[in-house]
């Protein structure tokens, strides 16, 4: 599976950004998918994963209520809904896919088998 991230920009305290995830391969369906970022001179983090059906999220306790992450296997794109963003959201934000069967998602870095590239997300205050 390969992933490409997009959607990112430069938005105001408050403000909205879709970030979409396109994969290519027919297995895309088959894995599930999260969200990560990595703040400038820190660790990457985990802020949201969905099931293979979609059915089951998961979301980093600083995300919870703003972000919505969603799922069109039709199309083999992942997307992160960010609402309500704050400068502390600045960050890259990488989609990544993971074969594997978890319950609950995974929310660690080393589950995740394929990452896409990365896009800037950065939020003035």
Request: charged share 20%; with cysteine; hydrophobic share 35%.
């Amino acid at each position: 599976v390969q992933l490409q991230a997009s959607g990112g920009g430069l938005v105001q305290d408050g403000g909205s950004l879709r970030l979409s995830c396109a994969a290519s391969g027919r297995t895309f369906s088959r894995h599930e998918m999260g969200w990560f970022r990595q703040a400038p001179g820190k660790e990457r983090v985990f802020v949201a994963a969905i099931s293979w059906g979609g059915d089951t999220t998961r979301y980093a306790d600083s995300v919870k209520g703003r972000f919505t992450i969603s799922r069109d296997n039709a199309k083999n794109t992942v997307y992160l809904q960010m609402n309500s963003l704050k400068p502390e959201d600045t960050a890259v934000y990488y989609c990544a896919a993971d074969r594997t069967y978890r319950r609950p998602l995974a929310v660690g870095l080393r589950d995740y088998d394929f990452w896409g590239q990365g896009t800037q997300v950065t939020v003035s205050s």
